[in-house]
């Protein structure tokens, strides 16, 4: 293992975190939609977000990645789920892992133990992201108002992920389902995009899943 100052960055004495969409009281939000919205939103919040960077032509760091995640390495524009976690490509060298709210210190340990003494660098930038997750049958009506990017499923098909000017700003559009698609944004940009959903899905209807 790399001799990397690997820390708990969560807060284990019961210090309250929040989300950035905590102002919005999503949660009172529940069931006061219009019935069958053709759009739902669910903030996925607090969950562990690491950038992981190295040689993704070196067998040796593929194979550790797989080791410590059971997550083959997904290739160009391409994010795998498993369960609650996913690894997304975000460039030649490097990818985003995404895993449920306190395992990211766990999940980095992992992978150091796994990638040995390999030129790596793991980075948790959990307070910096989150996601939205959209589903419905008009989410793909809401993306075309949004951006110039082309989601037709023969071009965005599920298990693709794009980096892209989305509503005059940028941001990651995942489609990880049948219907069901994440917009992984910067915190400070989440009011801007939760006030861009309600005005661009009013037309379709718009509820809020816990």
Same mark, same amino acid.
Request: glycine share 10%.
């Given at each position: 293992m790399?001799?990397?100052?690997?820390?708990?960055?969560?807060?284990?004495?019961?210090?309250?975190?929040?989300?950035?969409?905590?102002?919005?009281?999503?949660?009172?939000?529940?069931?006061?939609?219009?019935?069958?919205?053709?759009?739902?939103?669910?903030?996925?919040?607090?969950?562990?977000? *690491?950038? #992981?960077?190295?040689?993704g032509?070196?067998? $040796?760091?593929?194979?550790?990645?797989?080791? !410590? &995640? %059971?997550?083959?390495?997904?290739?160009?524009?391409?994010?795998?789920?498993?369960?609650?976690?996913?690894?997304?490509?975000?460039?030649?060298?490097?990818? *985003?892992? #995404?895993?449920?709210?306190?395992?990211?210190? $766990?999940?980095?340990?992992?992978?150091?133990? !796994? &990638? %040995?003494?390999?030129?790596?660098?793991?980075?948790?930038?959990?307070?910096?992201?989150?996601?939205?997750?959209?589903?419905?049958?008009?989410?793909r009506?809401?993306?075309?108002?949004?951006?110039?990017?082309?989601?037709?499923p023969?071009?965005?098909?599920?298990?693709?992920?794009?980096?892209?000017?989305?509503?005059k700003?940028?941001?990651?559009?995942?489609?990880?389902?049948?219907?069901?698609?994440?917009?992984?944004?910067?915190?400070?940009?989440?009011?801007?995009?939760w006030?861009?959903?309600?005005?661009?899905?009013?037309?379709?209807?718009?509820?809020?899943?816990a």
């Amino acid at each position: 293992m790399t001799a990397a100052n690997v820390y708990q960055q969560r807060p284990t004495t019961g210090a309250k975190a929040e989300s950035s969409l905590h102002h919005a009281d999503l949660a009172s939000l529940v069931g006061k939609g219009r019935k069958n919205a053709g759009v739902t939103v669910r903030e996925k919040k607090l969950l562990g977000h *690491l950038t #992981i960077r190295g040689d993704g032509h070196d067998a $040796a760091f593929a194979a550790g990645v797989h080791k !410590a &995640l %059971g997550i083959e390495l997904p290739g160009a524009l391409q994010v795998i789920v498993k369960g609650e976690t996913s690894l997304q490509w975000l460039g030649p060298d490097e990818w *985003l892992l #995404i895993v449920p709210s306190g395992e990211e210190f $766990a999940a980095e340990q992992n992978l150091r133990a !796994a &990638l %040995g003494d390999l030129h790596i660098q793991i980075v948790n930038v959990s307070g910096g992201q989150q996601i939205l997750e959209l589903s419905g049958p008009n989410v793909r009506d809401v993306l075309m108002k949004s951006t110039s990017y082309d989601v037709h499923p023969d071009n965005f098909p599920v298990g693709k992920a794009v980096g892209t000017v989305f509503a005059k700003s940028q941001l990651v559009i995942r489609h990880t389902a049948q219907d069901t698609w994440e917009l992984l944004i910067r915190r400070s940009f989440s009011d801007y995009w939760w006030l861009w959903l309600q005005d661009a899905s009013a037309e379709f209807g718009l509820s809020v899943q816990a």
